[in-house]
């Protein structure tokens, strides 16, 4: 092995460090494998050894977390990070820090804004239509309709809607307080 892929092979374990620790949370190996490959960062079959070999370095280990295995960075590999994180390129460190904070938005964004339906024992639907901001629900919204199509399609208008429902329904209630 020639120094360029031994220089290659250490960077592509410390670039799994990092992206592991910088994540909010841990992550399955399908996800990971979809970020690394998505960015090309290293082929799968070297993110699958590298990620053995993290493991048995004890660097990284595995963790079951909703019934799914998943790595985290333990302390070794921190420190290990920490001493060469510099070999990383900082194009790269910007990037995956850009696309976790993109991410993170999207989820606040869809923790706060729900839309789910479920079958009733009567054939029917219901519809449960929620807005949370900050732990607070600030509207909440429950009725029934007739088929599963009618439960998706107010979901996904719901969600692509929401500030202009909410404001609209805020306006019914405040007309009619007003004319009372």
């Known amino acids: 092995m020639n120094s360029y892929n031994t220089e290659d092979v250490a960077q592509s374990k410390l670039l799994i460090l990092y992206i592991l620790s910088i994540l909010p949370n841990k992550i399955t190996n399908i996800k990971l494998t979809e970020l690394v490959l998505e960015k090309g960062y290293m082929n799968y079959f070297s993110l699958q050894q590298y990620l053995s070999e993290l493991i048995n370095n004890e660097l990284v280990k595995i963790v079951i977390e909703d019934e799914l295995e998943k790595y985290c960075i333990i302390e070794k590999g921190i420190v290990t990070l920490d001493l060469l994180k510099n070999k990383i390129p900082d194009k790269i460190k910007l990037e995956l820090e850009n696309k976790f904070k993109i991410d993170k938005l999207l989820k606040v964004k869809e923790k706060q804004i729900i839309g789910d339906y479920y079958k009733k024992e009567n054939e029917q639907y219901t519809v449960n239509l929620k807005l949370i901001e900050n732990e607070d ?17 107010i979901c996904n208008t719901w969600k692509n809607n929401t500030e202009s429902i909410y404001k609209g329904i805020l306006n019914i209630f405040i007309k009619e307080v007003n004319l009372l």
Request: charged share 30%; no cysteine.
């Open 137 to 153: 629900t600030l509207f909440s919204l429950y009725f029934e309709v007739a088929t599963e199509e009618q439960g998706k399609r």
